[in-house]
């Protein structure tokens, strides 16, 4: 792996040298600002919502069951009843006790299931919104003669002039967050008793970052999994 990672910064390297114009993005902020991205927010978490409140149905429906296998199991246990009628009990109760592990493993696998769907519809809905992006920097890059257009965390330094990255959040229907602009006031002319030093102001906070997954993207998937680790005990 790492010598994959060494050979792509090489090639990088080298498409940087011999580009004579080239442009960088940031692409996690392409798509925070991407106007898919609040709908898209908004479907994964009504899923995740669904899937959880069927978890939750799931592990009542368990519970339930393994009370009364517990009560039947207490009554299996009453010296008073005949030994026919402590067999019988008894062997109810491995029966229930088989089916309840059985019913526990379903219902493992089934959510088990359910996270893999939330993840794979993060993906696809990333995807497209990712690739719609692509073509708005491949159509940008080619009017403006741009040779290469890279991601911008993938070089340790790069001008702020080469930055497209708000034209292209404009070209994909998006608004770019303001950017922070420091104010440098003149100091005062310096007198006997006191001198005034200049004033900074504090750059703003970027906004929430939506998850992306791949490895050309550059932000690790953060989407909630579904706990299901209490289902198997």
């Given at each position: 792996m790492k010598t994959v990672l060494?050979?792509?910064?090489?090639?990088?390297?080298?498409?940087?040298?011999c580009a004579s114009n080239i442009a960088v993005i940031d692409m996690e902020t392409i798509l925070e600002a991407h106007p898919n991205t609040p709908n898209d927010k908004k479907l994964l978490e009504?899923?995740?919502?669904?899937?959880?409140?069927?978890?939750?149905?799931?592990?009542?429906?368990?519970?339930?069951?393994?009370?009364?296998?517990?009560?039947?199991?207490?009554?299996?246990?009453?010296?008073?009843?005949?030994?026919?009628?402590?067999?019988?009990?008894k062997a109810k109760c491995e029966k229930a006790y088989m089916e309840l592990e059985e019913q526990r493993m379903k219902a493992e696998e089934q959510m088990q299931a359910r996270s893999r769907e939330l993840s794979e519809l993060e993906r696809r809905l990333?995807?497209?919104?990712?690739?719609?992006?692509?073509?708005?920097?491949?159509?940008?890059?080619?009017?403006?003669?741009?040779?290469?257009?890279?991601?911008?965390?993938?070089?340790p330094y790069v001008s702020e002039a080469l930055d497209i990255t708000d034209e292209i959040i404009a070209l994909c229907g998006g608004k770019a967050a303001p950017k922070a602009e420091e104010t440098v006031e003149k100091p005062a002319k310096a007198t006997p008793k006191a001198t005034t030093k200049a004033k900074s102001t504090q750059p703003l906070k970027a906004p929430a970052k939506f998850a992306t997954a791949g490895e050309q993207a550059p932000v690790k998937q953060k989407l909630p999994v579904l706990d299901t680790t209490d289902l198997a005990e």
């Open positions: 060494t050979s792509l910064s090489a090639l990088m390297l080298v498409a940087t040298v009504t899923t995740l919502e669904d899937y959880s409140e069927e978890r939750d149905a799931l592990r009542a429906k368990l519970e339930e069951k393994q009370a009364a296998l517990e009560k039947m199991m207490q009554s299996a246990q009453n010296p008073m009843l005949a030994p026919a009628k402590v067999a019988e009990l990333i995807k497209r919104t990712s690739e719609e992006v692509t073509e708005h920097v491949k159509a940008y890059a080619k009017a403006k003669g741009y040779d290469a257009v890279i991601y911008k965390n993938m070089v």
